[in-house]
């Protein structure tokens, strides 16, 4: 859970987050516990170290006292959902050897143009100990396992569903759409929601002084976007929260939004870019492979052995009875409803369901997609987009029932 919290340590630890500091067992035992979870403690030197990355993480230079502050809390939190995490992971014994957190902390440093060697030296260098980094992803690696196991076998998206995310998508390309990042605090309670906005007032300020708004919403984000970056995506408004709506039709262009309050938390919105419908194109180039004595179940046989343009070329050479025809640079909006329909249902290189043509009947190919901004996705593509999107929605819920059961004793609580 990414929400704000507001502790006694902030006053303790805060003065010295932005110095250098190297987590010592002689240090932790002097500087004593700041919060223990389920009877594990977290030290304040575990608090400094997780803020001084954070603060590397979101690129803050020379960060005011309130930006400290805020981080601070920020990183108690952390400390606190990963404790919990890895406590279930003991729980059901999953293990994270070291080979899994050097080779996530590989894939970190390829992301920023880095080997592993060269982001531990980045680390050392800002005064952060490694060890924070790969506490961090044994805890995420740990998580992930423990949610796809739980409930990656249980997750069922239906056709109706993927029918229905479908339309919603070719209903927004007929509207006015904008290119929108979200980051969402989440806050149920009044006092939650205090915090949370005083929160939003420091991370926008980080981002005003050019923190990445992608990794803001790895790290700090509530909504099942955070593991793209807070990417939402071309979004039509009717599509999205009435309040953050409004906000963004009340912005004069691209830019980054005040603190919009909801029900349940606050937003900040990244609004990149805008576009009418009349700006979408899409062109796929094509082969139709059709039967010549218009028996279907040749076609099929022929189809489901073809597992490619030009394999469906290579069969119609092959076989007197098929015949294959290349279409090059069509725009799909030209192919009428029921093309488009089966044309955006198949992945590149698979074939379309048979229809009938010209006396015959044929499959289509797509070779190629080229578009001039989002189109509708295939339903192979919506299956998983909305599988992602329900395992992240449970892994929160998941992790927040976790905090509402746990034992939480912070200084000064």
């Known amino acids: 859970m990414k ?13 010295s987050l932005s110095a250098p500091a190297m987590a010592q067992s002689e240090t932790q035992t002097i500087e004593g516990i700041v919060a223990i979870v389920n009877d594990q403690p977290i030290s304040y030197s575990d608090v400094r170290e997780r803020g001084s990355l954070l603060l590397l993480t979101l690129g803050a230079q020379q960060p005011t ?3 400290i502050q805020q981080v601070t809390s920020q990183a108690l939190d952390e400390l606190i959902d990963e404790k919990l995490q890895l406590q279930e992971a003991a729980e059901y014994e999953v293990e994270v050897s070291e080979e899994d957190i050097n080779r996530a902390i590989a894939d970190m440093a390829r ?56 339309e919603q998508q070719r209903n927004a390309l007929t509207q006015v759409q904008y290119n929108l990042d979200e980051i969402f605090l989440y806050a149920p309670t009044e006092q939650d929601k205090a915090q949370a906005l005083q929160g939003a007032g420091t991370i926008l300020e980080q981002l005003e002084a050019g923190a990445p708004f ?3 919403a790895q790290r700090l984000s509530s909504a099942p976007t955070s593991a793209a970056g807070g990417d939402m995506g071309w979004v039509a408004l009717d599509d999205i929260d009435l309040e953050v709506a409004e906000a963004v039709r009340n912005m004069n262009g ?26 979408l194109e899409t062109r796929v180039d094509l082969v139709r492979l059709a039967v010549v004595d218009g028996s279907e179940d040749a076609l099929r046989d022929a189809a489901s052995q073809a597992n490619s343009c030009q394999a469906a070329i290579e069969a119609a050479d092959a076989d007197p009875n098929l015949s294959a025809n290349e279409l090059t640079d069509i725009r799909v909006e030209d192919l009428g409803a029921e093309g488009q329909n089966m044309i955006s249902e198949v992945a590149i290189g698979q074939p379309t369901q048979v229809f009938a043509t010209s006396g015959t009947l044929a499959v289509m190919y797509v070779c ?3 578009q001039s901004g989002a189109a509708v996705p295939t339903r192979e593509e919506m ?16 992790l927040r029932n976790l905090r509402r059961e746990a034992t939480i004793i912070q200084r000064g609580s």
């Open 368 to 370: 190629d997609r080229r």
């Open 3 to 15: 929400t704000l919290m507001a502790s006694a340590l902030v006053a303790a630890t805060a003065s």
């Open 111 to 166: 992301q920023s143009g880095l080997d592993r060697d060269g982001l531990v030296n980045v680390l050392l260098q800002s005064g952060v100990n490694p060890t924070s980094l790969e506490e961090q992803m044994r805890a995420e690696i740990a998580w992930r396992r423990i949610m796809g196991g739980l409930y990656g076998s249980r997750i069922r998206i239906s056709r109706n569903q993927i029918d229905e995310a479908i």
């Open 65 to 67: 006292q309130q930006q």
């Open 254 to 279: 691209p830019g980054i939004s005040e603190p919009i309050t909801v029900s349940d938390g606050i937003y900040l919105i990244n609004y990149k870019a805008k576009r009418d419908p009349n700006e």
């Open 214 to 216: 992608s990794l803001a």
């Open 383 to 398: 299956e998983d987009r909305l599988f992602g999107r329900e395992l992240q929605m449970i892994s929160q819920r998941s």
